[in-house]
Structures are given as structure tokens and as C-alpha cells.
């Protein structure tokens, strides 16, 4: 009896924490935009304020910014504004990294080759790992690298606790049809599913009550 409240409950709490998480990242999304829109609009409005104006404002910032950068003129002279990120020693490192992080999830055109999930097997080998392809032409890098037809690929682990790069051969890799974003989200969870995706429920274990 208490075994089975126990599941019960902790079925439960996997149910609520995400969408609990979820909601409120977005309530101290809207807290902040809100707290920012209110101090912006006081001294036009005074004591009126329209409730929903931070995340209206959010949203046109966002979209204002992706329409200048689409601008060739509006990109020289971001990359002036960001030399300061650029030169500084610990500075460079963080934003250079963050940077090439959002590019590579960055909308591109369909035909992109960089944005590609693919299964990485070593010939005879029985073992799959789940990968992204990060970089295939190796210009600009030193000789030793991409001297080979080969691409690098990104292999994340379980939770993101990290992850590793490796250069393989070309033909080690098999292009697998899914959304960089749906496998990330699948490596967060170890790629995990419910019985209810695999279609089946599980068997229990002899001497074991079923979940």
C-alpha cells in the first residue's frame, strides 16, 4: 500500500514540475518586462498603465533588433559595437562562445548543412551515439585538422553536464531525420520515454507490483 502511494504521488510530482517550472520562468519573465514598461511609460502615462504592455514591448524589441541585424549597414556596425567582447581576455571567451552557441540554433535555410543530427557508428562497430554536426569545413584551423574528409561532431551527455567533440571520418555518420532541438530536449532526459510513447506498457518484474 505504501509502495503504490508512493509511485502514485511521485507520478504526480513529474507531472507538476515541469509545467510548474515552466510557468514560472514565464510569471518572472512577465514580473521583469512588466516592472521595466511600467518604469519606461510613468512619466507619459503617469497612473495609467495598461497591464501587458512589457511583453508587447518585449516582443517589438526582439523583432526590431532581428530586423536591423538583417541589415548589412546595421551589422558593420554591430561588429564595431561588440569590440569590446571581442578583445577582452575572459570577456572574449565567454561572449565568443555564447555567441557561436545561438548562432548554431539560429534559424538558416533548410538546405543548411551545419544544422544536422546524425548517428555516429565506428564500421564493425554494434554501438550508436546520437550527434550534431558542428563543423565541416575545417579552413582557418590548423593543418593537422580537417586534413581528412571529415567533420566534427558534438556528442552531448545525459542532464548537460557536458559533452565532447570528435572528428570522424564522413562515412561514420548516417543523417537522422530530426530537429536539432528535439535532440537536444532528448539528450536533456538521457532519452528517456513513458510507455505510453513506446506504445506498450512494461512488464513487471516477477514478484513486483506492476507501475
Not at 509502495?3 to 510530482?13: A, H, K, N, Q
Not at 565532447?164 to 530530426?178: A, G, I
Amino acid at each position: 500500500m505504501k509502495t503504490t502511494l508512493t509511485r502514485t504521488f511521485l507520478r504526480g510530482l513529474i507531472t507538476f514540475l515541469p509545467a510548474a517550472l515552466t510557468l514560472y520562468a514565464l510569471y518572472l519573465l512577465v514580473v521583469w518586462t512588466e516592472s521595466i514598461a511600467r518604469a519606461l511609460f510613468s512619466p507619459f502615462l503617469g497612473d495609467f498603465y495598461l497591464p501587458g504592455l512589457g511583453i508587447v514591448l518585449l516582443v517589438g524589441l526582439i523583432f526590431g533588433l532581428g530586423v536591423l541585424v538583417s541589415r548589412r549597414e546595421i551589422t558593420r556596425v554591430l561588429s564595431i559595437a561588440e569590440l569590446p567582447f571581442t578583445n577582452l581576455p575572459v570577456v572574449k571567451s565567454i561572449y565568443s562562445s555564447l555567441k557561436n552557441f545561438a548562432d548554431y540554433f539560429a534559424p538558416h535555410d533548410k538546405d543548411h548543412p551545419t544544422q544536422q543530427v546524425v548517428l555516429l557508428r565506428a564500421p564493425g562497430g554494434e554501438m550508436s551515439i546520437v550527434g550534431l554536426v558542428t563543423r565541416q569545413n575545417f579552413s582557418g584551423l590548423p593543418g593537422a585538422l580537417g586534413e581528412l574528409d571529415q567533420v566534427a561532431v558534438y556528442l552531448p551527455m545525459g542532464y548537460m553536464i557536458g559533452g565532447y567533440t570528435v572528428f570522424v571520418p564522413r562515412n561514420w555518420v548516417t543523417p537522422v531525420d530530426m530537429s536539432v532541438e528535439e535532440a537536444m530536449r532528448s539528450s536533456l532526459i538521457a532519452w528517456m520515454s513513458s510507455a505510453r510513447e513506446n506504445g506498450r506498457e512494461p512488464a513487471p518484474e516477477p514478484g513486483r507490483e506492476p507501475y
